[in-house]
């Protein structure tokens, strides 16, 4: 062998590891699976054995007081903490006190809810990081876009909202009832 293919061998040699890791429960052969939460390494033995670990190992934070907080709700200190959506502000006097410190600010997008005309439309942030616009007088009204609203009317059906949306040809304005979906000239 060259002492490229030494070089080449050593970097990649981690890869060959996991490839014939063995299960630390039953000494069976452990592979990549899917289930609909994604990929995950389980043991070939399956249903014998139960053996998963998550693919990529994500580092544990330890939880961190924040000294000189209050909990709303008890009086505790509040800690910084890690959950299955990411970092949150929690009472670190859980389970006792379940108070979690709101991490989402809600952004007024200035334009009036079209279906209650009581409300206004609020960009918010769902736990995919995916950005979206709903009344704030959610759960009575329950309107919601997924593309920036705008201030107007549509040419066709008379809907009192439209959509800004990013297209292969520019930016463009659509009809925000789903039954219309009217572009704007």
Same mark, same amino acid.
């Given at each position: 062998? @060259?002492?490229?293919?030494?070089? *080449?061998?050593?970097?990649?040699?981690?890869? +060959?590891?996991?490839?014939?890791?063995?299960?630390?429960?039953?000494? =069976?052969? &452990?592979? %990549?699976?899917?289930?609909?939460?994604?990929?995950? +390494? =389980?043991?070939?033995?399956?249903?014998?054995?139960?053996?998963?670990?998550? %693919?990529v190992e994500?580092?544990? &934070?330890?939880?961190? +007081?924040l000294i000189?907080?209050?909990?709303?709700?008890?009086? @505790?200190?509040?800690?910084?903490?890690?959950?299955?959506?990411?970092?949150? %502000? =929690?009472?670190?006097?859980?389970?006792?006190?379940?108070?979690?410190?709101?991490?989402?600010?809600?952004?007024?997008?200035?334009?009036?809810?079209?279906?209650?005309?009581?409300?206004? +439309?609020?960009?918010?942030?769902?736990?995919?990081?995916?950005?979206?616009? @709903?009344?704030?007088?959610?759960?009575?009204?329950?309107? &919601? &876009?997924?593309?920036?609203?705008?201030?107007?009317?549509?040419?066709?059906?008379?809907?009192? *909202? *439209? #959509?800004?949306?990013?297209?292969?040809?520019?930016?463009? #304005?659509?009809?925000?009832?789903?039954?219309? =979906?009217?572009?704007?000239?």
């Amino acid at each position: 062998m @060259s002492k490229a293919d030494d070089k *080449l061998f050593s970097q990649h040699e981690h890869a +060959l590891e996991k490839a014939n890791e063995v299960c630390p429960e039953c000494g =069976g052969n &452990v592979i %990549i699976k899917h289930g609909k939460s994604g990929a995950f +390494l =389980g043991c070939s033995s399956y249903p014998n054995c139960q053996y998963t670990r998550p %693919i990529v190992e994500h580092e544990r &934070v330890e939880e961190k +007081l924040l000294i000189g907080s209050e909990c709303p709700e008890c009086g @505790s200190e509040l800690s910084v903490k890690q959950g299955r959506y990411g970092m949150f %502000i =929690g009472c670190s006097n859980f389970p006792e006190c379940h108070h979690i410190e709101g991490t989402h600010h809600h952004e007024d997008a200035g334009v009036a809810c079209p279906k209650c005309t009581k409300g206004k +439309l609020t960009e918010r942030t769902n736990r995919y990081g995916k950005t979206f616009y @709903s009344c704030d007088q959610y759960p009575k009204c329950k309107f &919601v &876009v997924n593309n920036t609203p705008v201030e107007g009317v549509c040419q066709q059906c008379d809907f009192p *909202l *439209l #959509l800004k949306r990013q297209m292969a040809a520019g930016e463009k #304005l659509q009809c925000a009832q789903k039954k219309c =979906g009217y572009f704007q000239k």
